[in-house]
T-cell receptor, first 114, second 115 residues
Framework: DQQVKQNSPSLSVQEGRISILNCDYT??????FLWYKKYPAEGPTFLIS?????DKNEDGRFTVFLNKSAKHLSLHIVPSQPGDSAVYFC?????????????FGKGTKLSVKP | DAGVTQSPTHLIKTRGQQVTLRCSPK?????VSWYQQALGQGPQFIFQ???????QRGNFPDRFSGHQFPNYSSELNVNALLLGDSALYLC??????????????FGSGTQLSVL
């Protein structure tokens, strides 16, 4: 039973437009959420995070929104660039901001077309 | 500054065999976590080592074991390999207890194929 779900295996967006990647979770004990980006033949790299006490976190072109009541979070990339083409993983933990076991979704492959 | 290095990059084994995967953490890091990423799935936490001891463990059978050495490098051992063990094995390093998940650095992984 998946605790973190990314229901869209892939997403294609035109360069300059907004990319919206979605993630749902089932465990109400999760209190910290992270997004990772993964290029082929490389390990995942941290992108942005959000604590459950917030509903939005912004870092440059990347914004993560958290809706606790719906157990849903989304990653917005504006504007999208071809270099953003990668697999994006949503991850959650119940360790707060501290080190702990991360539960990952299956990932969404984003393709940004020039 | 070398990041997290894993060896080998690719490995082919047959069912029933045993395998050892190796990981050297990023300089300055003292904690190593191992994840399994099966095809089409997200990484799944296996265990974490700190101060040469297993600190946390995910839902993996005892066939999966690990070790951390005094220089903080780590090994993942899998016994009695099954076809379902075929996956990308990712090592991630960090520095406990002060750092957060944002400071978790992943290696490129070892692709294990079990035939």
């Amino acid at each position: 039973d998946q605790q973190v779900k990314q229901n869209s295996p892939s997403l294609s967006v035109q360069e300059g437009r907004i990319s919206i990647l979605n993630c749902d979770y089932t465990n109400s004990m999760f209190d910290y959420f992270l997004w990772y980006k993964k290029y082929p033949a490389e390990g995942p790299t941290f992108l942005i995070s959000i604590s459950s006490i917030k509903d939005k976190n912004e870092d440059g072109r990347f914004t993560v929104f958290l809706n606790k009541s719906a157990k849903h979070l989304s990653l917005h990339i504006v504007p999208s660039q071809p270099g953003d083409s990668a697999v994006y993983f949503c991850a959650a933990t119940d360790y707060g901001g501290s080190q702990g076991n991360l539960i990952f979704g299956k990932g969404t492959k984003l393709s940004v077309k020039p | 500054d070398a990041g997290v290095t894993q060896s080998p990059t690719h490995l082919i084994k047959t069912r029933g065999q045993q395998v050892t995967l190796r990981c050297s953490p990023k300089s300055g890091h003292d904690t190593v976590s191992w994840y399994q990423q099966a095809l089409g799935q997200g990484p799944q936490f296996i265990f974490q080592y700190y101060e040469e001891e297993e600190r946390q463990r995910g839902n993996f059978p005892d066939r999966f074991s690990g070790h951390q050495f005094p220089n903080y490098s780590s090994e993942l051992n899998v016994n009695a390999l099954l076809l379902g063990d075929s996956a990308l094995y990712l090592c991630a390093s960090s520095a406990l207890p002060t750092t957060t998940n944002e400071k978790l650095f992943f290696g490129s992984g070892t692709q294990l194929s079990v035939l």
